[in-house]
């Protein structure tokens, strides 16, 4: 029996996955930011994580890299209502699955088969796109995925509108290294304000 974690940052969701997936897997934790990710994914070591895109702290696909970098065998199975291909692929060669939230409630249990069995598992809802998007050298968003990994938590934490003391707190790192980052990225990427840095995150979904 497969032991899955689910990390999403809806309750109706994660009761939802967990009522789905019971039957046939062994739910061993529910998260619901991608911080409380890492550490759950570190001290549980799940065979699958259910996961969303979109979380609080930190991004799943951010959340996604970490994970496979700390234990390479722990299958991704993101399921999100994004639609956007870009997104789907980016998350595909980090994971295993990749689910729509209006997906058939089925799907989320092939998946997670799939993913056990060494194989991948795209929605039909968007598979086409995907596809384009996987042979495309560099498909969408190239800015985002130049970034380096702390930058891109300093960056989402920013634009969750934490303050550079807060962020600081979070990262374990000192303001003024959370103030080297903010104004790197900026200049990296022509940005001249913080409010235009804020909508550069939520336009490449590092926010929602």
Do not use: W
């Not at 930058?151 to 290294?177: C, F, H, N, Y």
């Amino acid at each position: 029996m497969s032991r899955v974690l689910i990390a999403d940052d809806h309750n109706l969701i994660v009761d939802a996955f967990r009522k789905l997936l019971e039957p046939s897997c062994e739910v061993v934790g529910t998260v619901s930011d991608g911080r409380a990710l890492l550490t759950a994914a570190r001290d549980l070591r799940p065979d699958v994580i259910v996961l969303d895109v979109a979380m609080p702290l930190l991004n799943g696909l951010d959340a996604g890299y970490a994970i496979k970098k700390m234990d390479p065998s722990i299958k991704l199975v993101y399921v999100t209502a994004y639609e956007d291909p870009d997104i789907a692929a980016q998350a595909i060669r980090i994971g295993s699955g990749y689910l729509l939230k209006r997906s058939a409630g089925a799907e989320l249990l092939i998946a997670v088969r799939e993913a056990t069995m060494q194989r991948s598992y795209v929605t039909p809802l968007i598979t086409d796109g995907v596809v384009r998007a996987l042979t495309q050298e560099g498909g969408g968003g190239g800015s985002a995925e130049e970034l380096t990994f702390r930058q891109r938590e300093v960056l989402q934490l920013l634009a969750e509108g934490k303050s550079m003391k807060e962020v600081a707190t979070i990262l374990d790192i000192t303001p003024a290294t959370v103030a080297f980052h903010k104004y790197r990225m900026m200049d990296q990427l022509g940005i001249r304000t913080s409010a235009e840095l804020v909508k550069f995150a939520v336009q490449h979904h590092l926010v929602h």
